[in-house]
Structure formats: C-alpha cells, structure tokens
C-alpha cells in the first residue's frame, strides 16, 4: 500500500465523478480521515500534499495537532461538550454539531481562546436512531438564533447516508441535506456562511459528489482498513 498513490488515485476518482456531472474538481476537498492512524502514515500524506485530515476523538486529535500543527484537523465525529476544551485552540472545523448547547459550549472555548471556530450542523438524513444529528426545523432554529453563539461561524451542513448498496436511498439522503442548506441559504447574517457540504465517504462518495458534496471523508481507500472502531 502506497499513500501517496492512494490520495493520487481518490483525488482522479472525484475530478473523474465531478466532471460526470459537470462540477469542477476543485469544488469537491477531500478530507482524509486518519482517526486510530499512527502519526507516521499521517505524515506520509501530508507530505504528498493532504492537509486536510479528520479525527473523531478530541484527545486523540490534541495527541496528534502538535506533532503536525501546520496541518488542517478537523472534528468528524460525535462530539461531548466536557472534550471541546481539549481542540478548541486550534480546531479547523467541527463537522457534527448536533445540538444547542454542544454549540453554546463550543462558541465558549472559543472565545477563552480568543477565536471564532468554524462549524457545520450535523442533519439526521437517514432517520435512524442510532445517528446523531438534528432535523431541519432543529437546525433553522439554531441558525435563526445564531447570535446566541457569537464565538462560531457556521459554514454548513454534514450528514451521513445509510449503509447501503441502494444507489436511489443513498442519494435521496445525501440530496436532502443539500435542499436543506438551499432552503436555509436564505438566512443572512455574517456568521452564515452556508456552503459546505460534508457528506460521502469511501463507499458512497461518488453518490454524494453527484448530490453536491464539497467535502468527503475518505479513510480506508487513504489508509488501508482501520484495526479498531
């Protein structure tokens, strides 16, 4: 297994699927998912050109940021509001906000850190009880409320689609996140930056850049299979 053939490989598979449906390659940012990853293989990627690397454990992330600071790390998984001191400093996006008060404590650390973090609002596409993520009328009611949180800037929606090989429910799910940021586009306010769009992963990303994915996080197809959850 070679990384940097890997990434060279994603990174043709979504210009390829990009221009399928007339999208420019570079509108799609590719975030390489390097949670349980030794920082050795990280820093292989990093030297072949990815900056952008998504972690799912707060103190695993403050583990790995010092070892490659000049990295883009980003918070792909649930996260519990007593763990966001531990990535407030330095954090470039937090991708599951799925309720209030996760976001009230996150603008909190951030303005003990002097900054505004940036973050999307995680949408419970699939309907399954076992995801996190709000509704759409959860969702609009933070973003209508959003100077509650004056520390954070949202630039968007992330969502996951169901494990399934069904190409029409998959991109429904992944279709319906993006009608939802169209529909709350409308909101204006300068900490609305509503354009990203965080969905599709190694097994569904062609699906989810056809639906108008900006983002997706690939792990196994970058770093081989992870040896543990």
């Known amino acids: ?94 991708h599951a906000v799925d309720t209030p008060r996760l976001l009230e404590e996150i603008s909190k650390q951030a303005a003990k850190n002097d900054r505004v973090i940036d973050c999307l609002l995680q949408l419970n596409i699939s309907d399954e009880a076992a995801k996190s993520g709000l509704d759409e009328t959860g969702a609009r009611v933070i973003l209508e409320d959003i100077d509650t949180y004056p520390h954070v800037r949202i630039l968007g929606l992330m969502g996951m689609a ?20 169209e529909d709350f586009q409308s909101l204006s306010h300068p900490r609305l930056q509503l354009e990203t769009l965080s969905m599709g992963m190694s097994g569904d990303f062609e699906w989810a850049i056809a639906e108008g994915a900006t983002m997706v996080r690939i792990g196994s197809a970058v770093f081989g299979k992870r040896l543990r959850v």
């Open 162 to 181: 169901a494990l399934s090989q069904d190409e029409q429910l998959v991109r429904s799910q992944f279709r319906r996140l993006r009608l939802a940021m």
């Open 1 to 94: 297994m070679s990384i940097p053939t890997n990434l060279s490989t994603i990174q043709q598979q979504i210009a390829q699927y990009a221009q399928a449906v007339e999208r420019p390659a570079g509108a799609v940012q590719l975030i390489a998912v390097s949670k349980t990853k030794p920082i050795e293989l990280i820093q292989q990627a990093y030297e072949a050109g990815q900056l952008d690397f998504g972690e799912n454990r707060p103190q695993e992330l403050k583990e790995k940021y010092p070892l490659l600071p000049d990295a883009r790390w980003h918070m792909i998984g649930h996260l519990q509001r007593n763990k966001v001191k531990y990535i407030a400093p330095f954090v470039h996006l937090i």
